[in-house]
């Protein structure tokens, strides 16, 4: 669990990083900040991991 905290904070850190210095948009930021969640596997990886099956789902079958 330490260990998956602290690549979260880690990916908040440089999206926000990233953002002050205007070197992504805020939508890229936001999949950085996903995708954080998804690889430390913390509590929220589940939730997470199944908004983003759903966007692709929607984009896909649409």
Same mark, same amino acid.
């Given at each position: 669990m330490i $260990? @998956? &905290?602290? %690549?979260t904070v880690l990916f $908040? *850190? #440089? @999206?926000a990083v990233l953002i002050r /210095?205007?070197? $992504?948009? #805020? !939508? =890229?930021a /936001? $999949? %950085?900040w996903l995708s954080g969640f998804t690889l430390a596997s913390t509590g929220l990886a589940g !939730? &997470? +991991?199944t908004f983003l099956a759903a *966007?692709? @789902?929607l984009? =896909? +079958?649409?």
């Open positions: $260990v @998956s &905290v602290s %690549l $908040v *850190i #440089l @999206s /210095g205007r070197r $992504v948009s #805020l !939508p =890229t /936001g $999949v %950085l !939730p &997470v +991991n *966007i692709a @789902s984009i =896909t +079958n649409h």
